[in-house]
Structure formats: structure tokens, C-alpha cells
């Protein structure tokens, strides 16, 4: 969504790239008797997987990076992609002039001396992280190497020359931060400084978001340091809430749910936009926005221009950052994986599931926190909403690829915590 302002479902980008053979790695430290909701995995289902290999964003897709190369951007890539594996997916594939990749898992090796790790024996995605990881980066599809140091500090270093080696010219920086995500390590350094959180494993990620947050300072104070903190729109976001597998219960508070789940925990997230002289300091906005705006935002910015020959989903925000011009008419966002889908629209807000089949319908602008489900109470609300999302669903395509497996999340607690039956939750295709 984020780099090419359309629906995942509408290029077809539907699931997550998973790894041969993951589901029925995950199956086997899962399903061992204990959980009250079973991990569903493709093999079960009966469906053909597609090989790891050929998941990932068609190169037809005009991402960020070719929308601003005619304006004369040149386009680098730091960190995550996860948009596919094989060259033909790379960055290098999707309009990136240059690409500093995330080949491994690990944020540091784990018998790194400056290392503190934080592992999870209740998640199975976890132990598959530790078991499969690396410490790992590649630069321009080349052959792997061994970073220098720990990953946040070193993709900022990489970007911080970047900027020095680009300033001369219009470019755009793609930082795409591992951190915060499992599994869970920090730097010494880092984990030393925060001695008054006691539990290892909140301190552990708290040491994470510092890190991520010494980047963002190191970042901008470059701009400014380059002469370029005037003339760069900067643009912080997050891809999702915290997860529950991480075992960590107030980290989304006062929300409920997690990443995976379309609860305001898993899918409400910070968006900071800076560009001095254009966007007022302080400036506030309640707006419904998304990262599908992003695309034809920094288009507008830049004075790139939209492909004229698909549909683009997202909005230019610029008005609304720079006047706080609320649009015309209220906007309608949509979500879906598989059969678990949402609508959101005027603070109203529907899910509804197939497993378990269930429809939970909030008044945002009222409960926020998403505490009073109303589907029951307001039937033809709830219609109305599924018929929205039935118009989208005829507008958009089949998946390119079939989810690995369906896994339980229990909305109200984390993996850690034994779910019972009166529990609720939501089955996630990915």
C-alpha cells in the first residue's frame, strides 16, 4: 500500500510472503494439545501453495520509487522489503536506483558480547526467528554480509551517508527499520540505560524503541547538517500495532488487540509529517488517513505525476497538512484478509470474520477503544457496512498466492496468557 498507493488486495498482494515449509514448522510447536483455538495450516486445507520463490508485488505495480524517478529522483532502499525474494521482485526490480537489504532475522548475532537477547518459548514464530536467523544484509542483490554492529544503528549510519553522498540532488530515502520486531534483542548500551524497567523482556523492547528513536534524531540532525533540513519532507510511520505473540500486554494500551487483528491496537498508528515552511509546527489532524496516501502525497510534493492508467487508492494529504482542509466527503477505508475484513467509515467501524463467524460493529466516535460491539443492537448498520465492503470486494482481484495457514489471536491477551473459551478472537490468514 505504502509503496504503490493501492490495496493490497487490488494488485493482488493479498498475504504476507511466507517461507516453504514455515506452516508446518509452526504446526509442529502450535498444535501441541495445549491452545484452546488450533493453527489452521494450507496442508490441512487441501490448497496448492505457490513457491516461495514467485510470492511477492507484480513488477506491473508502479511503486514510489518510479513514480518520482521522471521528476529526477534517485531512489534508495534501507532496511525491510518483504515485497518478494527473488531478483525480479528486488527493489533494484521496482525503481530502486540503490538497495541495502534485510537478508536475515537477527538484530545482532545473539552471542554477540554487546547482545541482549529476549527469547519467547510460547510463540512458535519466535523459535522459528531463532532457528532460521541470520545476521545478514546484501547491497544491490549482491552477496551477503555481516553488518557492522547493531542493525538500527547500522542501517542509520548507511542512511546518514547516503544523505551526505546525495545531497546534491533530489532523492528519496526509503528507511525501512527492522526494529521494533521480533525477535526481540537490543544493544547493551541501550538495555544498560533503562535499569529502572525490572522485567527483562519489556526492557529488552523498550531498549528497542530507543534505539529506533537515537535513529530518527541522528537522521534528521544529518538533513540539518547537510543544509537539507528546509527542502525534505519527512515522513515517520509505524506498519502495524504491536503483536500479542511478543507477550507483552499493555504495549497497545488504552486499544485493544494486536498487529494481525483489525482492532484500533493492530491497525491505529502514528503518522508525523515534517517539511518546514510547508506544514506548521504542531499542526493536528483527526483525519481518517492511511499509509495508501503516502504515494500521492510525496508525489505532490515532489511534482511527480500519477499513473493515469490504474486506480490509485490513496489521497494527496498535502491540503490536509497544510491547512487542516478536512475532505469533502467522509472517507471510506477498507481491509482484508482472506475472509477477515473491516470498513471504516464517519468513526463507524465493522469487522467481520468467518472464523469465527462473527460481525463486530464500533462507534469510534464515541468508544474508541472498541469496548461496546453494536452489531447486534444495530442490524442495518451492520448491513449497510457489508454492503460497502461487497461494492470494494467487486472492485478488487484474487490473491497471488494462498495463505500459508490461518492463525488464533486472542484480542484481549497475548500469547503468553492460556486463552479460554470465552475469550474473543479472530482467526488471521497470512
Known sequence: MLMTGRYGTRTGFEF???????????????????????????????????????QGLPTSEITLAEVLKPAGYHAMHIGKWHLGQSKRFAPLAQG??????????????????????????????????????????????????????????????????????????????YLAHWSIHSPLQASKDDFDALSEIKDHRLRVYAAMVRALDRSVGRVLKSLEENG?????????????????????????????????????????????????????????????VSHLDLLPTAAAAAGASLPTDRTIDGVNLLPLLQAGAAPAAPRVIFWRDGHYQAVQVAGWKLQTAERPKKDWLFNLNEDPTERKNLAAEMPDKVAELKELIAKHNATQRAPLFPAAGEMPVTIDKTLEQPATEDDEYIYWPG
Open 16 to 54: 504476507t510472503p511466507t517461507p516453504d515449509g514455515m506452516g508446518r514448522i509452526l504446526d509442529l510447536f502450535y498444535n501441541d494439545g495445549t491452545r484452546t483455538h488450533k493453527l489452521l495450516n494450507i496442508d490441512d486445507a487441501g490448497v496448492t501453495p505457490v513457491p516461495f520463490k514467485d
Open 96 to 173: 530502486f536506483d540503490e538497495s541495502l537489504n534485510l537478508e536475515g532475522l537477527l538484530h545482532i548475532p545473539a552471542d554477540d558480547p554487546n547482545a541482549v537477547n529476549a527469547k519467547l518459548p510460547f510463540d512458535p514464530i519466535d523459535q522459528f526467528l531463532w532457528a532460521r536467523g541470520q545476521y545478514a544484509a546484501s547491497f544491490n542483490g549482491g552477496e551477503k554480509f555481516a553488518p557492522k554492529g547493531y542493525l538500527a544503528d547500522y542501517y542509520t549510519d548507511e542512511a546518514i551517508k547516503a544523505i551526505g553522498a546525495n545531497r546534491n540532488r533530489p532523492f528519496l530515502l
Open 228 to 288: 537539507l533540513a528546509e527542502n525534505t519532507v519527512v515522513v515517520f510511520s509505524s506498519d502495524n500495532g504491536a503483536p500479542g505473540y511478543i507477550g507483552l500486554p499493555d504495549v497497545n494500551k488504552p486499544y485493544r488487540g494486536w498487529k494481525l487483528t483489525y482492532f484500533e491496537g493492530g491497525i491505529r498508528v502514528p503518522l508525523f509529517v515534517k517539511w518546514p515552511g510547508h506544514i506548521q509546527p504542531g499542526t493536528r489532524s483527526d483525519a481518517l
